[in-house]
Structure formats: C-alpha cells, structure tokens
C-alpha cells in the first residue's frame, strides 16, 4: 500500500539533545513538506522540499534542520536550539502535478523532559 | 489579522443535525481551498477540495466558496457521533509562494 511512514510515533528526549524524526513515502511523490502542530492550534510549516537536494524554510524554521537526499525520504532534525519542541510532529507530501492536495503521515509526538 | 481564521468552538450539534463550518482568508489572490478532518491525537485526512465558487457536494458534506467575500463553509448533513473531530481550513496562498495555509482547527461535537 502507498503512503507515508513516520517513525518514532512517540519519542522522549532530554534537553540539550538533537533528535531525528524519519519520514519515508512511497508515493513517488515530488514535494515533501514537515508541520508542527500544538495544542488548540492549527499547523504550522517547518521545511519542505519541492525536489531532491533542495529544500526551503517554512515559517518556523529555527531550530530545526532537514536533508533531501532521496526522493523517498525527508527527514527532521530538532536541534538543542528549539526552545520549546514539545509537539506533533507532521511529514506530508504532495504530487508535482494536479490538485494541490497534501497526504499526511501518522505524525510524531515528541516530548521534552 | 491571521492569514486563515476559523472558530475554535467546541461546536456542538446533536445527531442528525446540519454542522457549519466556517473559515475565512485574507489572501485575495487565493485559488484553492481544503477542509481536513483531525480525529484527537491523528492526522488529518483530506475530506474535500473547493476552487470555483459555488458549492460542491460529497455525500453528507458540502464546500461553499464565496471568493468576494472571502469565505468558505463546510456543511455536514445528517451530523453523526463519528463526524465528531477538529476541521481544518486550508488555503493554498499565492502571496506565499503557493504555500498551504491553515486555520486553527474547529472541534466539532455531535452529541448521540
């Protein structure tokens, strides 16, 4: 079956550490997208990516890091300088052409102790 | 102003009752719009797209756009317990590059 994979669903981390979250599509889709979602709120970009090896800052890029390397693959790193990375984590991608419509993974909720 | 503005509710109707939805943009230049349905603690999934103005129907869901106005609705008829979620607002904005934008989500209750 198509879709997207994100790992870890949960993930604790202490401060002071960088973390990974891994997103992977098998969709052959060419744009791949991160959201963060907080409580009561709606989603807000982190990166996303239009095309291998090139990436853009959303409008909550600090603190965060990204690579494309495959088409497949997309994932997110939160840095020790994210202040406040306690959230849901969403990868989304979305086909090049056609309508405009995201496909959303099961999300990553990490949590700062 | 926010780009994407949506009520928080919680909006509660009973079964069987007609749910509306609504979102507003400030984007002018905006020329697609999605509603999104966020069961708590899931992802959202894709319910219905709107670009023309008008209506457009899909089973008990219906999308109005009213681009003058700067407005779209989502209404759910024949509301059931199950259709109990938060609904996002997305508007695709132009005068960010094409980027989706979204709303804060309204929780919607329909109480059996």
């Known amino acids: 079956d198509g879709g997207i994979t994100q790992s870890p669903k949960y993930l604790f981390r202490k401060e002071g550490q960088n973390v990974t979250l891994s997103c992977e599509q098998n969709l052959n889709h060419d744009a791949m997208y991160w959201y963060r979602q907080d409580p009561g709120q709606g989603l807000r970009l982190i990166y996303y990516s239009q095309i291998v090896n090139d990436f853009q800052k959303g409008d909550i890029a600090e603190g965060y890091s990204v690579s494309r390397e495959k088409k497949e693959s997309f994932p997110l790193t939160v840095t020790s300088a994210q202040k406040n990375p306690t959230a849901f984590y969403l990868c989304?991608?979305?086909?090049?052409?056609?309508?405009?419509?995201?496909?959303f993974g099961a999300g990553s909720r990490l949590t700062v102790l | 102003q926010k780009e994407v503005e949506q009520n928080s509710g919680p909006l509660s109707v009973p079964e069987g009752a007609i749910a509306s939805l609504n979102c507003t943009y400030s984007d002018r230049g905006s020329q697609s719009f999605f509603w999104y349905r966020q069961y708590s603690g899931k992802s959202p999934e894709l319910i219905m797209f709107?670009?023309?103005?008008g209506d457009k129907e899909d089973g008990r869901f219906t999308a109005q756009l009213n681009k003058a106005s700067q407005y779209v609705s989502l209404l759910i008829r024949d509301s059931q317990p199950s259709d109990s979620a938060t609904y996002l607002c997305a508007v695709k904005s132009y005068n960010q590059g094409g980027k989706l934008i979204f709303g804060q989500g309204t929780e919607l209750s329909v109480k059996p």
């Open positions: 989304a991608s979305r086909t090049g052409t056609g309508a405009n419509v995201l496909t």
């Open positions: 709107i670009y023309s103005n």
